[in-house]
């Protein structure tokens, strides 16, 4: 771990270099998704300085096929001292008998954070993700929307804008969602700003 830890870095401050005094690229930060289906995979590394987001909090991934509700793993990274930000809850395929809205708002009132990816309320995902583009809009009428992120892992996130994302969300008329999810919350994140609970409901 501490290899990779290392090899990213060194990849960070590259591309950091690259990217100095540029005015038309967004501020960066490194940060990594972590693969924790469960309680155990979590442990490994939940503990670990510089694992996660810059600060306190966590970007975790369960798996697409989840296997229960997940809350050990979000209890892990509370008793850790851990904020746990949960990627594209959207995406997922909930067991049958656990209604996937109950389950996200079970994960919000233990503290977690929810980042829905931009692509899935543009429909980019329903060819790996069918009926992700359903359950994002649920989510936005059900106010279970902390964050909007693209969720890019290089080239073949081709087609995944934000910008298209904000639009979208505006002429749905949620620009109040747009500026809270794509500003006021990823900088509250990253200042590191949010408390024991998350955030206030």
Do not use: C, K
């Not at 987001?53 to 991934?61: A, D, K, N, Q, T």
């Not at 979000?74 to 909930?94: L, N, Q, S, T, W």
């Not at 543009?122 to 359950?135: A, D, F, I, R, V």
Request: a neutral charge; aromatic letters at 6%.
């Amino acid at each position: 771990m501490d290899r990779e830890l290392g090899r990213q870095r060194r990849a960070f401050d590259e591309l950091a270099t690259a990217a100095g005094g540029r005015t038309d690229l967004p501020e960066l930060w490194l940060g990594q998704e972590i693969f924790a289906p469960d309680a155990a995979s979590l442990r490994r590394v939940v503990r670990r300085y510089g694992v996660g987001l810059p600060g306190r909090s966590l970007l975790v991934e369960f798996g697409f096929d989840l296997q229960g509700n997940h809350n050990d793993v979000v209890r892990e990274a509370a008793d850790a001292g851990r904020h746990i930000v949960i990627a594209h809850p959207e995406r997922y395929r909930y067991l049958p008998g656990h209604e996937p809205l109950d389950v996200m708002r079970s994960w919000q009132e233990m503290g977690a954070l929810l980042q829905v990816n931009v692509g899935s309320l543009t429909g980019h995902y329903q060819g790996s993700s069918p009926g992700s583009e359903q359950l994002a809009w649920q989510m936005v009428a059900a106010g279970l929307v902390d964050l909007l992120a693209t969720d890019h892992h290089g080239n073949r996130r081709r087609g995944v804008s934000p910008q298209e994302a904000a639009q979208t969300l505006i002429a749905r008329g949620e620009r109040v969602l747009a500026e809270r999810a794509m500003r006021e919350v990823p900088g509250r994140v990253l200042r590191d700003e949010l408390s024991a609970s998350g955030l206030p409901r």
